[in-house]
């Protein structure tokens, strides 16, 4: 069974930066479609990022040009790195790792925004 392990969220002030990492078990990463969603409190869960195994790249409007999504193959790790932050990038972060129409999710991670 697939297994993704998330680190890097906390708290920090609006413009601050923050880096997330996940790590996934399974030697098929490198050939897998990855990525992040975040889910605010009483809102849906939504694509952040997204990362093809040729490292393609997507991104949800309201962060294009602050954040960046990449991956290390040889790590198994797919990141997020997260600049200029604002109040409403606040949710909880999942990583996901896509097989087919199989999807794996981390266990998340807080992000909070905050003076």
């Known amino acids: 069974q697939v297994q993704l392990v998330e680190s890097g969220g906390g708290l920090v002030q609006p413009g601050g930066s923050l880096r997330l990492s996940c790590i996934a078990s399974?030697?098929?990463?490198?050939?897998?479609?990855v990525g992040w969603y975040r889910q605010a409190p009483g809102q849906q869960r939504e694509l952040v990022a997204g990362i093809t195994p040729g490292s393609i790249t997507d991104y949800l409007d309201s962060v294009k040009g602050r954040f960046t999504v990449s991956r290390d193959n040889a790590k198994r790790t797919v990141y997020l790195q997260m600049n200029s932050l604002v109040p409403e990038d606040t949710a909880v972060y999942y990583c996901?790792?896509?097989?087919?129409?199989?999807?794996?999710w981390g266990q998340g991670t807080q992000v909070t925004v905050s003076s």
């Open positions: 996901y790792i896509r097989a087919g129409t199989s999807y794996t």
């Open positions: 399974t030697n098929i990463f490198r050939f897998s479609f």
